[in-house]
């Protein structure tokens, strides 16, 4: 027996960001819940999970094994740079056809955005004046707990979430002496120390104070700090991050463990790809794609591990490039040239040409990462919230304790169906499906 709390009540998700990724995602809710579209690519929509073994094996969606809030208990709210709607939103980025979103316009227009928290310097190629007046960065964070308790008492939510899909920002590197502890982490919020302090940390912590599980869709730092996991269980609230894994990283940790499962060697993997949408300019500036290549670099080398095996994984090239080209607009495309080695060393490659749709790719992850959080938070689970893993690019794990991330696609898929297997009061296991 499940002994986790049920989800009775409305749900608030509140989106940072209300672009394509989010306009997509709150159009595709709308028209799920009246019967007009089909969640496809969402896991706790569609997925069966075996419960018991043997005789007792059962086949059952997420929703029969531990209690998921449903669709129309979602209400949406956001905060963004520019002040358009989600209706206006989603006509403006052109992803979905007005066909699939003139249904729903009635609901879609009433999601107006907040004012944003933000900081021209770390998303330099934005200039929207939505924008919250702060006097520091510890104002600019107490005005989104405002937010998030105004939305929560005008809509009559018993929860919310927050859900970052808003603009990569400029790479903040973990810094031991701001990042590690949350006392020196409110400390440079009260000081106002912009370098340090990301306009998405005060979206954290504020989501975290009032109650609400953090997600980072985004490869930005801000949960991934050693201040905030400690904010996470002083108030014992879930976090996950980050980077939303939909595209080319989702190949690429499916396709490497063809690689390692054959013991096959590796001299070379290059990425690249041409995207023309708004997150596509962001990530133009230098600043902004770094932040972007350390979280696309990670993916492979806990897959392919060099020290695991020398003669196979030693010095591969791994290269990862993003491309800005307006005429694809959301319609990305992926090229990867992958360089393997065979019997007695024989090279040989692979290609693979990915003609995808990113916000169509990202939409079911928002949707599962904020209904399995809302979960987790039901459950009990505080912190890094790694069955999550198998839905992001670069997992959050405690690096200063030398813990390896987990990337490996079909691994992640066991610690998802495991947590979900115990949250629902039956053992983990391994057993074959
Ligand atoms: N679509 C994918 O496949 C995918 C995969 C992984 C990660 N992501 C990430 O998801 C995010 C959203 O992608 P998108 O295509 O919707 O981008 P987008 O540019 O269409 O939307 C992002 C929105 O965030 C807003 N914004 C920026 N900073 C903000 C702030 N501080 N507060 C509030 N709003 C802010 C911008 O004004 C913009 O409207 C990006 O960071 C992207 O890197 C997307």
């Not at 007046?133 to 510890?138: G, I, L, Q, V």
């Not at 609230?237 to 054959?262: H, N, Y």
């Not at 990530?283 to 080398?301: G, H, I, W």
């Not at 209904?371 to 505080?382: E, K, P, Q």
Request: hydrophobic share 40%.
């Amino acid at each position: 027996m499940s002994n986790v709390a049920k989800a009775e009540g409305k749900l608030g998700v509140l989106v940072v960001g209300l672009g394509a990724v989010s306009s997509t995602f709150m159009t595709g809710v709308l028209m799920a819940r009246k019967g007009l579209a089909k969640p496809v690519g969402s896991m706790t929509q569609y997925d069966k999970i075996r419960v018991g073994q043997g005789e007792e094996a059962k086949y059952l969606p997420y929703n029969e094994i531990v209690s998921i809030a449903d669709l129309k208990d979602i209400v949406f709210g956001a905060w963004d740079v520019y002040p358009a709607n989600a209706y206006e939103s989603a006509i403006n980025c052109e992803v979905l056809k007005e066909k699939d979103i003139e249904p729903v316009k009635d609901e879609l227009v009433k999601i107006v955005p907040m004012k944003a928290a933000f900081d021209h310097n770390y998303a330099a190629r934005l200039d929207g004046d939505n924008v919250k007046d702060a006097k520091d960065r510890w104002d600019m964070m107490e005005q989104i707990r405002e937010d998030i308790r105004r939305f929560k008492a005008e809509n009559g939510c018993a929860r919310i979430v927050v859900l970052w899909a808003a603009s990569t920002e400029v790479y903040v590197p973990v810094n031991e002496k701001i990042h590690y502890h949350l006392a020196d982490l409110e400390a440079a919020m009260k000081a106002d120390d912009k370098e340090h302090i990301a306009p998405s940390m005060c979206y954290a912590y504020a989501a975290l104070k009032e109650g609400a599980p953090f997600i980072m869709g985004a490869p930005n730092t801000t949960v991934d700090i050693p201040a905030m996991w400690e904010l996470a269980e002083q108030t014992k609230m879930p976090i996950a991050g980050k980077d939303f894994k939909t595209g080319q990283t989702l190949v690429k940790s499916g396709f490497a463990p063809i690689i390692g499962t054959r013991c096959l060697g590796l001299s070379g993997w290059f990425s690249t790809n041409i995207l023309g949408n708004r997150d596509g300019l962001v990530l133009d500036e230098p600043a902004n794609f770094r932040t972007k290549e350390v979280s696309k670099l990670s993916t492979l080398e806990s897959i392919l591990v060099p020290e695991n095996q020398p003669d196979l994984y030693t010095n591969y090239y791994h290269k990862v490039r993003i491309n800005y080209y307006p005429p694809r607009n959301d319609n990305k495309e992926g090229w990867d040239n992958i360089d393997i080695f065979g019997w007695m060393g024989y090279p040989m490659q692979i290609k693979i040409n990915f003609l995808c749709r990113d916000s169509i790719l990202a939409a079911p992850l928002c949707l599962d990462l904020v209904l399995l959080s809302d979960l987790a938070a039901r459950a009990g689970r505080f912190g890094t919230q790694r069955f999550l893993s198998f839905f992001l690019k670069s997992p959050m794990h405690d690096y200063t304790k030398n813990e390896v991330p987990v990337n490996h696609l079909f691994q992640q898929y066991v610690m998802l169906k495991n947590a979900i297997r115990e949250m629902g009061g039956y053992p983990a296991d391994e057993a074959i499906d």
